[in-house]
């Protein structure tokens, strides 16, 4: 059930559109900031009654953007590393190894202490500055295995 704060959060958003269900995305960004990383099919239903729409409408979008973490449970910090082909090119498969190395998980799986997930996707918008890797909210471009290494110990010890 979605917090009263977090539905002042989407009725705030809604404003902004001429259209209730074009706040689609922005509702789910917000269920999902408000239940730790990840959403679940109560509130999106609650999302779909407030926008007006289906549920199904509402778990389209869910579904098809890798930004939305739908009823999987991710750890504080998770890491989504490109791997198309730009990033491909330049190596993110490295990249994608050094962190598994590091955490001791696989790409989709998370820490046993909550703290790191790992998610491969198709593309972050940033190929110019590949291989790169999305934490949370925050882009980090131009990587390499010795600066991904540094970031992951920066992450732990600010947890």
Do not use: W
């Not at 730009?86 to 962190?99: M, Q, R, Y």
């Not at 820490?111 to 790191?116: C, Q, Y």
């Amino acid at each position: 059930m979605l917090s009263d704060i977090a539905i002042k959060e989407i009725e705030k958003s809604i404003a902004k559109y001429p259209v209730k269900r074009s706040a689609v995305m922005d509702a789910l960004h917000i269920a999902q900031k408000h239940n730790g990383g990840h959403l679940i099919r109560e509130d999106m239903a609650e999302i779909a009654e407030i926008l007006e729409i289906t549920p199904v409408s509402v778990h389209e979008v869910a579904a098809f953007y890798t930004m939305y973490n739908v009823e999987k449970p991710v750890g504080k910090y998770h890491i989504q590393v490109c791997h198309n082909i730009s990033c491909s090119l330049v190596k993110a498969e490295g990249i994608i190894d050094t962190i598994e190395k590091a955490l001791g998980i696989k790409a989709g799986q998370t820490t046993e202490d909550k703290l790191f997930t790992l998610s491969r996707v198709e593309c972050l918008g940033s190929c110019g500055t590949a291989p790169m890797m999305q934490v949370n909210d925050d882009y980090h471009e131009d990587l390499t295995p010795e600066k991904t290494k540094e970031l992951l110990e920066k992450f732990r010890s600010e947890a």
